[in-house]
């Protein structure tokens, strides 16, 4: 049953308004001013409020905001006498779901609270999912060198800095990527993932800047490249090493205009792009090789944080295999099985050349695989 309340300083009002939507089936509280309302809604979890703006002690508009600043899924319908349209915008730019005016056409308000009330839903299904993605992508360990990463992380991810993670494969740079896209200004904002290895050399201009239509064989529509797709957000480019010298012209000059030119086209597209790089390999030797441009190199690495292997970090591995194990157990919908300490420590012991990677694998393995509690027999023959 959704949870409305209605917030007037009129008794009729809400009277009249709550005997309509009791009627509904909805589940309604009052408040008799904005200030009462205010701390309803910061203590209970309404899907929607009816808000009157003219109040005494805090107007409805003043409520709106508080409840805004919040970050309360409660979505506010601003009800009022004087339905000029200045306050119908002031409410709607403020972040109102609607603006009714007094009497309330009775169909409009419960169409209204109806779509107020999916909204309300959705948005937290949505912070729900985003925990959830959040939680996915924690990075666990309590190693001096993960510990250094993540003060990293926290230090970097309010900046605009450009990022260079370095590690060996599945030790977790794209982790690293996500967190601080994660924690920073950009949340919101789309992160889009290009790793540069699994692209051909002759493609990937066009996968990072889009092409015109008959740009080349094959071009048979205008292309959006990722660039512009990650434009107010981050750009996470994943194996930068791999990629040829010729797009690596073509990025530094992006990063140093905040420009890009579609492949086959000539005009200039203006981007905002946070960029994260990764890599396996050591840019330096690179550079020295010819393989990678040493501006390019300095441009990325305005911060550099290195992950460690797992071999360095075994003392985390009883933390990651916990994790890994409730979260296989709640993808699956099965209950978490246990490790015991004799399973755990020959785990510890593993050379773990795939890095968590692996162990995550290994771990799924044995959960597919063993019954309710694994043990060292079940990981010698499955690890």
Known sequence: MAKLIIVDDEKPIRAALRDILEYEGYDVDEAKDGEEGL??????????????????????????????????????????????????????????????????????LLITVRNAIDRAKLVQETKTLKKRIYKLNEIVGESDSIKKVKDTINRVAATEARVLVTGANGSGKEMVAKQIHEKGSRANQPLIEVNCAAIPSELIESELFGHEKGAFTGAAARRVGKFEQADGGTLFLDEIGDMSLSAQAKVLRALQENKITRVGGDKEIKVNVRVIAATNKDLRQEIVNGNFREDLFHRLSVIMIHVPPLTERRFDIPLLADKFLHDIATEYGAPVKDLTPEAMHYLQSLPWTGNVRELRNVIERLVIMCGDEIVLEDVKAYA
């Open 39 to 108: 701390d309803m809604i910061l203590h209970t979890s309404y899907d929607v409020a009816l808000c009157d703006i003219r109040m005494p002690k805090l107007n409805g508009l003043e409520l709106l905001m508080k409840v805004n600043e919040a970050e309360k899924s409660t979505q506010i319908i601003m009800i009022s006498a004087y339905g000029n349209v200045e306050n119908a915008v002031e409410a709607t730019k403020r972040g109102a779901f609607d603006f009714i005016t007094k009497p309330p056409d009775l169909n409009r």
